[in-house]
């Protein structure tokens, strides 16, 4: 899919920066906000609350350029998305997992989720086939 895009494609996302904004803020904040809301509200183990915040940590990816693509959707926008959120979850995944695990184990909790390692980590796995 990303083979199937011109430079023009691209360009046409520069111009509306705000659709960008928007796309990441929701992905990046507002997923995991609703993910932690449900965790609280709903009750469960702490560990599948921690699993549930885990998953909204997460954004679509490939999958969603996919069904963009199928869709006829706006597949540069799609693709400038899972790029920037691909970079930025490299530091906003092991922090917020950190922070799930403190707030639904206690802080007593020896379970600790080392940052530094998980960054990395998920910069491999993420950034390194692209």
Avoid: W
Wanted: charged letters at 10%.
């Amino acid at each position: 899919m990303g083979l199937s895009l011109q430079p023009e494609d691209f360009q046409r996302v520069t111009k509306y920066p705000k659709a960008v904004a928007v796309g990441l803020v929701s992905q990046l904040l507002l997923l995991p906000i609703i993910g932690f809301l449900i965790a609280k509200t709903v009750p469960m183990e702490p560990a599948n609350a921690v699993g549930l915040i885990i998953v909204a940590l997460c954004p679509g990816g490939v999958s969603s350029n996919m069904v963009t693509y199928l869709a006829h959707g706006d597949v540069a926008f799609s693709v400038t998305l899972t790029v920037l959120s691909s970079i930025i979850i490299i530091f906003t995944i092991p922090v917020f997992a950190n922070l799930a695990l403190q707030h639904f184990f206690g802080q007593s909790t020896a379970i600790a989720l080392p940052i530094g390692k998980r960054m990395l980590q998920i910069f491999l796995i993420r950034m390194l086939p692209i």
